[in-house]
């Protein structure tokens, strides 16, 4: 079945310190990819999206991710995280082949030290 | 403001009770979804509604409900539920079901119903 999994469930951060998240899947066929954030307290936004074309994505908030097939991976990267990051990231798939169903990972939980 | 709107935004009842959840999405979209989200665990897709017609469903116990009267509104009627059902509920839209390659995939979210069954 198809999954996603993300590599940590909490990082820990000072603040002006880089970001790397890691997000992996499991299907090899055509997917499209998304980050999304949930700030405490908030609904779930979308961060950016990979469809086609250019595997480096930039999205709101100074993020990026960049999809490498070969891995199966999407991380998600910044390089100076700041306090009002702290929130959960989450990372998700899409495929034609499983239906409409959006596969969300379980989720990473960033917090960022002032 | 998201564009989705999700009440009550907590609802604590018993296992007896029936209750429904309501969203409503002022976006123009054409596709609708229920998702639970749970300590821990991803979230799951529960329901998923294009144009008033249920395309999706995985496999969820027959307590829950939904009813999708418009492609604005989407509801989730609760009856009968369990401990383990307590959850925050996520409404969400899409301009119109997801295809691949094509930029239309992006979910619009609620903030969600946070139900509590005792």
């Known amino acids: 079945a198809q999954s996603v999994s993300q590599h940590n469930h909490h990082v820990i951060l000072s603040e002006a310190a880089s970001l790397e998240l890691g997000c992996n899947y499991s299907y090899g066929g055509t997917v499209n990819l998304f980050w999304y954030v949930q700030y405490p307290g908030q609904h779930l936004q979308l961060l950016l999206k990979?469809?086609?074309?250019?595997?480096l994505v930039k999205g709101i908030k100074g993020f990026e991710a960049e999809f490498i097939k070969s891995k199966f991976s999407f991380n998600l990267r910044k390089p100076s995280v700041q306090w009002s990051d702290t929130a959960e990231y989450f990372c998700a798939v899409n495929a034609r082949n499983y239906g409409q169903n959006f596969v969300f990972g379980p989720g990473t939980r960033l917090s960022v030290l002032p | 403001e998201t564009g989705v709107t999700q009440t009550p935004r907590h609802l604590v009842m018993g296992m007896t009770n029936k209750k429904s959840l309501k969203c409503e999405q002022h976006?123009?979209?054409?596709?609708m979804y229920w998702y639970k989200q749970s300590a821990k665990k991803p979230l799951e897709l529960m329901f998923v509604?294009?144009?008033?017609?249920?395309?999706e469903n995985n496999s969820v116990p027959s307590r829950f409900s939904p009813e999708c009267p418009n492609s604005s509104h989407l509801f989730l009627h609760l009856h009968t539920l369990q401990p383990e059902d307590s959850a925050l509920y996520l409404c969400?839209?899409?301009?119109?079901?997801?295809?691949?390659?094509?930029?239309?995939?992006?979910?619009?979210f609620g903030e969600g119903s946070r139900l509590t069954v005792l």
């Open positions: 990979y469809f086609s074309g250019d595997p």
């Open positions: 509604y294009s144009l008033e017609e249920r395309v």
């Open positions: 969400a839209s899409s301009q119109e079901l997801v295809r691949v390659g094509a930029n239309t995939g992006e979910l619009f």
């Open positions: 976006l123009g979209h054409n596709a």
